[in-house]
């Protein structure tokens, strides 16, 4: 069985549970798009998206 990546609606963080690791009690969602790597937070596009840990992110995530 392939893999998929699930996304918060909250911060955007990739994952593949079905909630998410930091915000316990929500479901992720299949229905995202656009994949973002956060290596540096101190970076334009983290800074953006209001991501301050490094990680996998989808720019958006539908509801
Ligand atoms: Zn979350």
Excluded: Q
């Excluded at 609606?9 to 909630?19: G, P, Q």
């Excluded at 995202?32 to 540096?40: D, E, S």
């Amino acid at each position: 069985m392939k893999k998929i990546y699930r996304a918060c609606k909250i911060c955007k963080r990739l994952t593949y549970d079905s909630v998410c690791p930091v915000h316990g009690e929500e479901k992720t969602r299949e229905d995202w798009f656009g994949f973002l790597i956060v290596n540096n937070v101190n970076s334009i596009i983290a800074n953006k998206a209001n991501i301050a840990e490094p990680g996998m992110y989808a720019i958006k995530v539908r509801s």
